[in-house]
């Protein structure tokens, strides 16, 4: 069964409900990019009227993550996943429509082969850049992601 942005967004809706309602969405995917959305409302601004930065984390996080659960179901395999680490920086205020594209899908074809080989947990750096409706880099973030086969 292809993994599509619909499938991915009813996932968002039942297992990830605070990053549904704050309105972060997937658009596209693919083995090696993927987009997400986030819009500037009400419900996910800080003070400073724009959107808060822990929602952008989570599409940032989310534009990764999709290509790794999508290409974890793809191996056949039971691997675990988690975020060892982040970083983000923040270059304007984010308002209306911010867009995050992540382009690393082709990390983590190896870093599944390799855990599969040798049974060792593999780490990789993944990085989503958030941009305005200007085309205006708003925030990027990168992340560090660990797979493991499961005993």
């Given at each position: 069964m292809a993994v599509t942005p619909g499938k991915f967004n009813k996932f968002i809706m039942f297992k990830l409900p605070s990053a549904w309602?704050?309105?972060?969405?997937?658009?596209?995917?693919?083995?090696?990019?993927?987009?997400?959305?986030?819009t500037h409302k009400w419900i996910n601004q800080n003070p400073f009227n724009s959107v808060f930065w822990a929602v952008q984390g989570m599409a940032a996080e989310l534009s990764t993550g999709t290509m790794v659960i999508a290409q974890i179901?793809?191996?056949?395999?039971?691997?675990?996943?988690?975020?060892?680490?982040?970083?983000?920086?923040?270059?304007?205020?984010?308002?209306?429509?911010?867009?995050?594209?992540?382009?690393?899908?082709?990390?983590?074809?190896?870093?599944?082969?390799?855990?599969?080989?040798?049974?060792?947990?593999?780490?990789?750096w993944m990085k989503s850049v958030g941009k305005n409706k200007d085309g205006v880099v708003v925030s990027t973030f990168d992340f560090e992601w660990t797979v493991k086969v499961k005993s």
């Open positions: 309602l704050c309105g972060v969405r997937v658009r596209s995917i693919s083995n090696t990019s993927c987009t997400t959305t986030v179901k793809n191996s056949g395999k039971k691997i675990s996943m988690l975020v060892a680490n982040n970083k983000a920086s923040f270059t304007k205020k984010a308002t209306g429509k911010i867009t995050f594209i992540c382009d690393d899908g082709h990390k983590i074809d190896e870093a599944i082969a390799k855990t599969v080989e040798t049974g060792e947990g593999q780490t990789f």
